[in-house]
């Protein structure tokens, strides 16, 4: 650990023209304490605003826990105190750690760049986001969202989609400081690519390339594992009707494995829930149903049941699914697996091993859209004063200060400007 002792310390000027992307990590469990491990680079803990050491290198960690009174912070084993933000900048815009819940425990995982961290706003414990470049975010959504098994294409295909959702989500999570989260209510994120070259290419080759409907915004670029063979309208699912989420046929995915599945069900279980729900039978031959292409509704005597709260309320793989009777139970055998929107996974992936390119599975899959290189095409498209548009520039100054949290660090602290504050004795 290096110290600030008389020295003149210059830190890089990060801004959004760097394209730097937001990201705030384990929101969906309420984090007491974690612990943040230098794994490559060195990096400098800021607290407060207020530069407390001026380098920290690999081996070296913090131990963060939340209490009443902030963030209570220990650098290797040492007590430093209780402040309200920590913040670790990755030196000359490097670095890669490792961030480790420790209450409640889960497992480690890998991020590159820089961590931010304070007491979360409903006081349930630590917020932590991850600052760093726009493509090692995307490399990362990618091997989350894929694994690592697929054609190269397959790969671009994925890359082009999750740097749409990024563009047209970018503040998605703005009132919270941040951009987006890590789970499945903005993309799968779990640091840092890991294990698959072949992704990091994916998206260095599809630079600034996104997916647009005919009014020049990025689309809604929903997918899932495995359709069954027919993908869904939105509004099956959504409530909303997008031209280019339009049901389509898809023969890739059925040999695959999420492409068959069956559930049995008590009768008695089976039908009290559709009496419940309105649809009360007196044989219950008259609740099965044959699906040949995806409906929208359950329906029996003219009552009807939406799919999608069907599917939800037992745990089913897809809404794509015939019911039979037998004996006591009620047998589905369904096709597919997600919610059926979109691109189909595992059938993209079969025509990328069948040598169709990326651009081909995208125009299977969303009708009625163009594929354009955002950076050749932003100062034509549509980016005037309306508000759904100007994501088209998401790296504008534009989202709050707490978004900026490495930018509004000074880019040059000395230590006269740290007095007291600074420390001057070594901590192993």
Same mark, same amino acid.
């Given at each position: 650990m290096?110290?600030?002792?008389?020295?003149?310390? +210059?830190? @890089?000027?990060?801004?959004? +023209?760097?394209?730097?992307?937001?990201?705030?990590?384990?929101?969906?469990?309420?984090?007491?304490?974690?612990?943040?491990?230098?794994?490559?680079?060195?990096?400098?803990?800021?607290?407060?605003?207020?530069?407390?050491?001026?380098?920290? =290198?690999?081996?070296?960690?913090?131990?963060?826990?939340?209490?009443?009174?902030?963030?209570?912070?220990?650098?290797?084993?040492?007590?430093?105190?209780?402040?309200?933000?920590?913040?670790?900048?990755?030196?000359?815009?490097?670095?890669?750690f490792s961030l480790t819940c420790t209450n409640p425990m889960s497992p480690s995982h890998s991020y590159a760049q820089h961590a931010f961290i304070r007491s979360a706003d409903d006081g349930s414990g630590l917020l932590i986001v991850n600052q760093l470049d726009e493509d090692f975010y995307l490399s990362g959504?990618?091997?989350?969202?894929?694994?690592?098994?697929?054609?190269?294409? @397959? @790969?671009?295909?994925?890359?082009?989609?999750?740097?749409?959702?990024?563009?047209?989500?970018?503040?998605?999570?703005? %009132?919270?400081?941040?951009?987006?989260?890590?789970?499945v209510h903005c993309q799968a994120y779990k640091g840092l690519l890991t294990r698959c070259r072949r992704i990091r290419t994916a998206v260095d080759e599809t630079e600034g390339t996104i997916v647009i409907d005919t009014k020049k915004r990025p689309i809604t670029p929903s997918f899932h594992a495995n359709c069954g063979g027919q993908t869904s309208h939105s509004e099956n699912v959504?409530?909303? %009707?997008?031209?280019?989420?339009?049901?389509?046929?898809?023969?890739? +995915?059925?040999?695959?494995?999420?492409?068959?599945?069956?559930?049995?069900?008590?009768?008695?279980?089976?039908?009290?829930?559709?009496?419940?729900? *309105?649809?009360?039978?007196?044989?219950?031959?008259?609740?099965?149903?044959?699906?040949?292409?995806?409906?929208?509704?359950?329906?029996?005597? *003219?009552?009807?049941?939406?799919?999608?709260?069907?599917?939800?309320?037992? *745990?089913?793989?897809?809404?794509? @699914? =015939?019911?039979?009777v037998a004996g006591n139970e009620v047998v589905l055998t369904g096709k597919g697996y997600g919610h059926g929107v979109g691109m189909c996974q595992e059938g993209a992936i079969q025509m990328a091993e069948r040598g169709l390119k990326c651009e081909d599975i995208l125009q299977r899959y969303y009708?009625?859209?163009?594929?354009?290189?955002?950076?050749?095409?932003?100062?034509?498209?549509?980016m005037q004063q309306d508000s759904m548009l100007f994501l088209f520039n998401p790296w504008r100054n534009e989202t709050p200060d707490t978004t900026m949290f490495i930018d509004s660090t000074i880019s040059t602290v000395s230590a006269d400007s740290i007095g007291q504050q600074a420390l001057i004795q070594d901590v192993h």
């Open positions: 290096r110290f600030l002792c008389g020295i003149v310390v +210059c830190f @890089f000027s990060l801004s959004l +023209c760097a394209q730097k992307v937001s990201v705030g990590l384990f929101l969906d469990i309420p984090v007491k304490a974690a612990t943040f491990a230098v794994q490559s680079g060195s990096y400098a803990i800021i607290v407060d605003d207020t530069l407390l050491v001026a380098a920290i =290198d690999r081996g070296a960690s913090m131990q963060l826990s939340h209490n009443s009174s902030g963030l209570r912070l220990r650098i290797s084993g040492d007590n430093m105190g209780v402040f309200s933000s920590v913040k670790a900048v990755g030196m000359g815009d490097e670095g890669v959504v990618v091997e989350a969202e894929t694994g690592c098994s697929a054609r190269p294409e @397959f @790969f671009k295909t994925q890359a082009i989609l999750s740097r749409t959702y990024l563009y047209a989500h970018f503040n998605r999570h703005a %009132k919270n400081g941040f951009n987006l989260c890590d789970g959504w409530r909303e %009707k997008l031209p280019y989420l339009r049901s389509v046929k898809d023969d890739y +995915c059925k040999q695959q494995p999420g492409a068959r599945w069956q559930k049995r069900i008590a009768l008695s279980e089976w039908r009290d829930y559709m009496s419940r729900n *309105g649809i009360r039978v007196k044989s219950a031959k008259q609740l099965e149903l044959a699906q040949p292409s995806r409906k929208k509704y359950y329906e029996v005597g *003219g009552k009807k049941v939406e799919l999608t709260k069907i599917r939800q309320r037992f *745990g089913l793989r897809s809404t794509f @699914f =015939d019911v039979r009708k009625n859209t163009g594929i354009v290189s955002f950076n050749q095409a932003r100062s034509t498209l549509a």
